[in-house]
């Protein structure tokens, strides 16, 4: 992958349950990663869901290779939160990662 190509910066974001100090449970996403990426949009369309418009946007995230992301986790670009659908290992090389996600909107 050409350093180039890695023209936007996106944060990877994990969902944690702990307690605080007074035992009361904290649920919340945390950053776990913040690099440089190469974003592409792939699609994007809307539907009619129970008469209410919902758009959908799938993207295409290339980043370095990083072991511990999973579709657990979500990506944020731009201020938008996207749920990571598939976590490929390019030609299993461990050098680029290329992890497919979508963004729902509402509205």
């Known amino acids: ?3 180039g190509t890695l ?5 990877i974001e994990r969902y944690i349950e702990a307690d605080d100090e007074y035992g009361e449970p904290i649920k919340s996403w945390i950053p776990l990663y913040e ?3 190469d974003v592409k949009q792939l ?5 009619y869901i129970s008469a209410e418009k919902i758009a959908l946007s799938t993207h295409s995230v290339t980043l370095r290779y990083i072991d511990d992301i999973t ?5 944020v670009f731009k201020g938008n939160n996207y749920d990571i659908i598939s976590v490929i290992n390019k ?8 992890i497919l996600c ?3 909107i509402n509205g």
């Open 1 to 3: 992958m050409r350093a």
């Open 7 to 11: 023209n936007s910066v996106v944060v």
């Open 35 to 37: 690099m440089r990426a």
């Open 43 to 47: 699609s994007g369309n809307e539907k």
């Open 71 to 75: 579709t657990k986790d979500k990506l």
């Open 91 to 98: 030609n299993e090389e461990s050098r680029d990662l290329i």
């Open 102 to 104: 979508k963004e729902l």
